[in-house]
């Protein structure tokens, strides 16, 4: 016995001393940084003459980052660990780009989408729009890849030059979404899925009660994504001359261009327009290089990252000379799933969007607001509380318009709806005015194991408790509060439209419809971007000499310590250990995670949700 004590002893002895030497090692790691993070000077960013600025974009396009603890932000980033799909910021893209254009010591412009991984069309359509804003300079743009996704080829298409690895490819899969149905695995778990709704295209449910997609659902999605892959391929036929049978969407007309190259898709890319031609990595480095001159510290072509040239033109001595203006045009950006309570960027919490709402309301500086939506729904009282606050900036006689990203549907459209003007985008999925609630109990599973649930209660009123079932009130006064939320939102809409009830219902019933069907159907006021948007909001509040800014949340002394210290800190660590590289199975699963998350996400008191079930989470 003494013997097996001893063992353990020295197992649990070189447990600790592992513990320890790792332990040391986190602790000398971070003293390093530290040290060298207050005692390194600044030390201002150069962009070189003659470079090339390249657009580093690696991962999804966002209006704003989803916020992470800027303690985990550092050890994700010194550990190479990356539990999320990276996110570039689209206005910074858009700056840089802007800016590169009329800056003298850029020469052009280098698109890297490896690690591109999408976001939206009318986001990639407002970065395809700079980039020809660049191209009317003068200033070449160029783009080189293994392979290009159809994400990726959509921004590659807008380049004077695109190149492709001669084992590489072009890949077109057209538009449209998958589902997981959980029906049969619910009925074999016991699970009772309790579902209520109204509309009948509000198919958020069915992947709970149905093992296949409805007809409605079908016709639904048809119409949607028939329109978005018409407007892409419009897009690509303007911009390139592509061979038709590429873009038609048909196997058999892919299938006999291939064939027509002896089955080489790299070779029949060029010849149909697609690529400019095959190279190399090599080739494509040293025909940079002739355009840049090399760079002799990094042994390449002279260029600079689109982050670190923000940063360059943002530094201290721009900072001092430029002046504010009194008047402010505000943005409030609302990102994500909308839940109930204070959110961090990246949700939308109907308690902390609705603060940043009245801050704006309560600076005197501000004169107009826009509310940047970007956002599947979700909550319906806590899309409400914004739309309150909505109202009440509009009783502060400050205008709001609504700016619709990629998505702004169900709730989305709800805390859009009651502003001056809506403004979307073509490609803006919007509509999907309509509401559900769901619930699950497990009465049946429980009993299958042995245990059951009994008591005494004063009233025979339905108790709502996951351990019983719900009896015949129960469901009836749940469908009465479901059907009055669709009331109550068909009518709002109706009254912030000026449309009858009538006219809003015909086109609610969870339809999803695009920006550019919205606005024929009267469901928004005008087409355009972000900018259109502002200068919509500036116009109402007659400004001439103004200032935009984004309305951030107030952070405590504590955020702030930690977001400078360890954002600085994330600085210091070499790239190399941070690159991050994805397999496709990877951000499949990623992507999957964050839809089944979502679950955990609702906590309407009510039970009522307005949320689009298609749209994809921003």
């Known amino acids: 016995m ?24 986190i602790f000398f790691v971070l003293l390093i940084l530290v040290i060298g993070l207050f005692s390194a000077e600044e030390q201002p960013i150069v962009v070189p003459n003659n470079s090339l600025l390249t657009l580093n974009l690696s991962g999804v396009l966002v209006e704003e980052k989803t916020w992470v603890h800027p303690l985990d932000a550092f050890v994700n980033e010194l550990a190479g660990s990356h539990n999320q799909i990276p996110e570039v910021v689209l ?30 069309l009318n986001k990639m359509k ?31 298409a807008h380049a004077d030059r695109v190149y492709l690895n001669p084992l590489g490819m072009v890949a077109f899969e057209g538009f449209g979404s998958y589902r997981l149905y959980f029906k049969d695995l619910l009925e074999k778990l016991k699970i009772n899925a309790h579902v209520f709704k109204v ?22 999605n048809q119409l949607l994504y028939d329109e978005l892959w018409d407007i892409y391929v419009a897009d690509l036929a303007q911009l390139r001359e592509i061979d038709p049978r590429i873009l038609s969407g048909k196997m058999e007309d892919f299938i006999a261009a291939v064939a027509e190259h002896d089955n080489d898709i790299a070779a029949m890319a060029v010849t149909t327009g697609l690529v400019t031609a095959l190279y190399s990595r090599e080739q494509f480095r040293q025909e940079m290089i002739d355009l840049t001159g090399l760079d002799d510290d990094k042994k390449s072509w002279k260029k600079i990252g689109h982050e670190e040239y923000l940063a360059a033109l943002n530094g201290p001595a721009k900072a001092d000379s430029e002046q504010s203006a009194d008047d402010k045009v505000a943005i409030v950006i609302a990102r994500g799933t909308i839940v109930d309570g204070h959110q961090k960027a990246g949700m939308i919490g109907g308690d902390s969007t609705a603060a940043l709402l009245r801050k704006a309301r309560l600076d005197d500086d501000v004169k107009a607001v826009v509310l940047r939506v970007d956002s599947p729904g979700g909550s319906g009282f806590a899309s409400e509380i914004i739309r309150q606050e909505v109202l009440e900036l509009k009783k502060a006689g400050k205008p709001v318009i609504a700016s619709m990203s990629s998505v702004a549907a169900s709730g989305g459209y709800w805390i859009s709806a009651s502003a001056d003007e809506i403004w979307a985008t073509p490609e803006t999925i919007t509509g999907s005015i309509g509401v559900f609630g769901m619930f699950f109990t497990v009465e049946n599973s429980l009993a299958h194991i042995g245990v059951y649930n009994d008591g005494y209660h004063t009233t025979n009123m339905p108790v709502l408790d996951v351990t019983r079932g719900l009896d015949e009130h129960g469901k009836y006064l749940i469908q009465i509060s479901i059907e009055k939320f669709y009331r109550d939102f068909v009518s709002m809409v109706a009254e912030s439209r000026d449309m009858t009830y009538d006219a809003v219902h015909e086109v609610a019933q969870g339809r999803i419809w695009t920006g550019q069907q919205a606005l024929q159907l009267g469901l928004v006021d005008a087409l355009g971007e ?12 007659e400004l001439e000499n103004y200032e935009v800014m984004v309305v951030e949340p ?52 009510n039970g009522v949700y307005a949320l689009c079930e298609i749209c994809p989470l921003p």
Do not use: C
């Open 199 to 220: 509309g009948a295209y509000k198919s958020a449910v069915e992947p709970y009660t149905r093992n296949d997609m409805s007809d409605e659902a079908r016709e639904a």
């Open 126 to 156: 407002t970065v395809g729009a700079a980039i020809e804003r660049f191209r009317a300079t003068g200033k070449p743009v160029m783009t080189y890849a293994d392979h290009y996704t159809q994400s990726q080829y959509y921004l590659a």
């Open 554 to 605: 107030d952070l405590s002394a504590k955020e702030k310590f930690l977001q400078e210290m360890f954002g600085q800190a994330t600085a210091l660590v070499p790239a190399s250990w941070t690159a991050p590289t994805y397999s496709p199975l990877e951000i499949q699963l990623q992507r999957i995670f964050k839809e089944v998350k979502l679950l955990n996400q609702f906590n309407d008191p």
């Open 530 to 541: 972000l900018d259109d948007a502002i200068a919509a909001a500036a116009q109402r509040a």
């Open 2 to 25: 003494s013997d097996i004590a001893s063992v353990f002893r020295k197992l649990f002895g070189l447990i600790n001393i592992i513990r320890k030497v790792i332990l040391n090692i």
């Open 91 to 120: 206005s910074d893209v858009i700056n840089a780009i802007d800016e590169a254009a009329t800056d003298d010591r850029i020469s052009g412009l280098n698109l890297e989408l490896s690690l591109f991984m999408g976001g939206g």
